[in-house]
């Protein structure tokens, strides 16, 4: 498998990678496949049957939404957040689809988008989209599966257990904790200088550089936008948005940081629940490796340009590019969906990302960076993903901040230490898959357990 820091790290919408970008992204593709095949003209029916945790959760999470976006040719990149609503009102006035802005097909939402708890044989994130013709004949079916991250695939690469993104031969071949280490090692690289190496296979340096400060400009901006924002967030817990009162009263009490050695804190916190209400309300955040998780590395990275003194843009590109790293370890060797292995992987991967970032960022070797990605996920095993009312509300909100904490602690204990430890990144990792295997059905973005049927309103 041949990932890029730029397959891990995307520009999409809330409130999740797997939910809503992944669907919108089938979609599209079914869409595109009709038309590329000659059949759109022939097309009388679409069905869409959404299976699994996207059954069970699909309307809190905006799945049937993404869809009818996908089918009408959006792309969660480019998207226009202000002009959804108007578009999906249209959709429900006229009771049809405009597909790829070619043909207007009759669409009902009760009869033609269908809600499944039983999940398809791969993964609990499955859909199944149908095209009929004149007759009720099938034109074409497809079946894909949202696997994490933003991350599709269709039914061979889920039968077959891989995520093929590019076929590019590497100079580097990165499978394990263990080999990015070696390497390191051998050719006395950062894990930043061999992760750009390997990018230079797609892009040129100057691409990645640039690309990536876009990717902050846009956590940038979303920190913005969620520090300036009130009201009540979508979805009916009225779940109130604290982040722009927060930042009304940190910046108004100058004399309490400085009385506070924890003031610090405060900010990490603010700046990951900026992101991520600014998630949960729909808007453009970057997937970092999903969108319930999207809160923790912008709260890092803004940590370090702010607080930290080696700060640099420099520094945000090897952050990024160490995060990505990171990343592909998991996405490789077990998993980034909630759905499949529980809020550890989105929260807890995206902790463990955002320590390893931090510690090379601040001076650590490879070994310290393998050891802080290892104690941020650590701490995060067995943390399950069990959304109130399906909305990436409570606790995902909270559990951001948290996360975003944890890092900073990780990289805190693994830059005192010598990089030395008894627990490696690897077997984390395959102990995290291990208790994803092991979790009840519940407790992986279901709704059915923990807090989702402990806590009737907020």
Not at 78 to 90: C, E, G, I, P
Not at 236 to 248: D, F, I, Q, S, T
Not at 345 to 368: H, I, N, R
């Amino acid at each position: 498998m041949s990932t890029s820091v730029f397959d891990i790290f995307k520009i999409g919408i809330g409130p999740s990678s797997s939910h809503t970008v992944g669907p919108m992204k089938a979609a599209r593709r079914f869409a595109q496949g009709l038309a590329a095949d000659g059949l759109l003209p022939q097309v009388e029916r679409l069905q869409i049957d959404l299976h699994g945790s996207l059954g069970a959760t699909g309307r809190g999470h905006g799945s049937d939404r993404a869809v009818l976006l996908g089918l009408e040719g959006e792309a969660p990149d480019r998207v226009n957040t202000d002009l959804m609503d108007r578009h999906l009102q249209r959709i429900a006035n006229t009771q049809s689809i405009w597909v790829l802005r070619q043909q207007a097909i009759a669409f009902h939402d009760t009869t033609d988008l269908l809600l499944h708890w039983r999940p398809l044989p791969y993964h609990p994130n499955g859909m199944v989209f149908t095209a009929f013709g004149k007759t009720a004949e099938i034109l074409r079916q497809r079946t894909y599966y949202s696997i994490g991250g933003g991350f599709v695939v269709d039914e061979h690469a889920a039968c077959l257990d891989r995520l093929q993104l590019h076929h590019s031969s590497l100079p580097y071949a990165v499978h394990s904790a263990r080999d990015l280490l070696e390497l390191c090692q051998r050719d006395r690289l950062s894990i930043s200088q061999l992760t750009l190496e390997n990018e230079k296979v797609w892009r040129t340096e100057g691409e990645i550089r640039e690309g990536l400060l876009r990717l902050w400009q846009v956590m940038e901006a979303c920190v913005k936008k969620g520090c300036h924002t009130d009201g009540i967030l979508p979805g009916g817990l009225k779940v109130k948005r604290r982040a722009a009162e927060l930042y009304k009263t940190l910046k108004h009490r100058s004399e309490y940081t400085l009385a506070d050695p924890l003031s610090i804190m405060d900010w990490v916190n603010l700046y990951a629940m900026a992101v991520n209400e600014e998630n949960a309300a729909g808007g453009r955040v970057v997937t970092a490796p999903t969108n319930g998780a999207a809160g923790i590395i912008p709260a890092v990275l803004h940590y370090y340009s702010r607080f930290c003194h080696q700060a640099s843009d420099d520094g945000i590109v090897r952050f990024l590019l160490v995060a990505g790293a990171i990343a592909m370890l998991y996405q490789e060797n077990a998993s980034i969906s909630g759905a499949d292995v529980g809020c550890q992987g989105e929260v807890g991967v995206a902790c463990s990302m955002a320590a390893g970032a931090l510690t090379e960022v601040l001076g650590g070797t490879p070994e310290q960076v393998e050891n802080a990605a290892e104690i941020g996920m650590e701490h995060n095993l067995g943390l399950t993903c069990d959304p109130v009312g399906g909305l990436v509300q409570v606790p995902c909100i909270e559990r951001n901040a948290m996360g975003s904490i944890k890092a900073i602690n990780a990289a805190r204990m693994a830059l005192k230490g010598d990089g030395q430890h008894c627990v490696h990144l690897d077997k984390v990792i395959k102990t995290m898959r291990d208790t994803g295997r092991d979790m009840h059905e519940k407790y992986k973005e279901t709704s059915r357990g923990g807090l989702a049927v402990n806590v009737i309103e907020c």
